[in-house]
């Protein structure tokens, strides 16, 4: 038995040596992650997909408002770091069925609105 034993040594420090490689290669540079790690990806990756999807909402809101032209300029004039909160006081991001408006897609509806507010002139 000890005889076999000091055989299959070296194979079994190969195979826990090899297992130990692949997995810090796997980890490290083959993309692998936790199952935590995915989970959090997923939710990030749903939630910028949300924003995306209802900021365009929230710009065309904006453009249903009455004082439009008066509200650009004001918007314009507000520091970048506090138009989500003007979006927000305005009621743009907040959509049909919210009491609500969420903070991001308050803050990218505002990048919107500005940055197609520069394409147009």
């Given at each position: 038995?000890?005889?076999?034993w000091?055989k299959v040594?070296?194979s079994?420090w190969?195979a826990v ?5 692949l997995?810090?290669i796997g980890f490290?540079w083959g ?12 939710e990030k990756s749903s ?6 999807r209802?900021?365009p909402i ?5 453009n ?6 008066q509200?650009?300029e ?12 003007y979006?927000?006081k305005q009621?743009?991001?907040?959509m049909?069925g919210?009491?609500?408006?969420d903070y ?9 609105i500005?940055?197609l ?5």
């Amino acid at each position: 038995m000890q005889e076999l034993w000091e055989k299959v040594k070296p194979s079994l420090w190969g195979a826990v040596g090899g297992a130990i490689a692949l997995a810090i290669i796997g980890f490290a540079w083959g993309g692998w992650v936790t199952g935590g790690t995915a989970q959090e990806m997923a939710e990030k990756s749903s939630r910028e997909a949300v924003v995306a999807r209802l900021a365009p909402i929230c710009v065309e809101q904006f453009n249903q408002e009455a004082e439009k032209v008066q509200k650009l300029e004001e918007l314009k004039e507000v520091s970048s770091w506090k138009r989500n909160d003007y979006v927000e006081k305005q009621g743009w991001a907040t959509m049909p069925g919210e009491k609500e408006a969420d903070y991001k897609v308050a803050s990218r509806c505002a990048e919107l609105i500005v940055e197609l507010a520069e394409l147009a002139q």
